[in-house]
């Protein structure tokens, strides 16, 4: 069933390109990793459980949830720079 619906997409500031998690092959284990040393800010619309299916089962680009909180925006903005980040620096 087609259906229409409101979401925040999750993309590259310096690329303009949005981030497809199932390209990026995020390992559950890292994400896991990050969650425990930063806790997942509660939040209705969007929960750990989400976080890690998106992240990581995922095979289309990464969207958030219209009424997703400002905190868990950022949150998911901190995350996903320290993983890339640290991805970059394992790779050089």
């Given amino acids: 069933m087609i ?3 409101r979401f925040i997409v999750v993309y590259d ?3 303009g390109d949005v981030i497809n998690p199932g390209a990026e092959h995020i ?3 890292e994400v896991e990793s990050y969650m425990r040393r930063h806790p997942v800010p ?4 969007y929960s750990k459980d989400d976080i890690l ?3 990581t089962e995922s095979g ?4 958030l949830p219209d009424d997703v909180s400002n905190e868990m925006r950022s949150y998911i ?3 996903l720079n320290v993983l890339f980040r640290y991805r970059e620096e394992k790779d050089d």
């Fill in 27 to 29: 390992p559950r284990e």
């Fill in 3 to 5: 259906k229409t619906g």
């Fill in 13 to 15: 500031d310096d690329e």
């Fill in 53 to 55: 299916r998106d992240l």
């Fill in 42 to 45: 509660a939040d209705p619309a």
């Fill in 60 to 63: 289309s680009f990464y969207r």
């Fill in 77 to 79: 903005e901190d995350m």
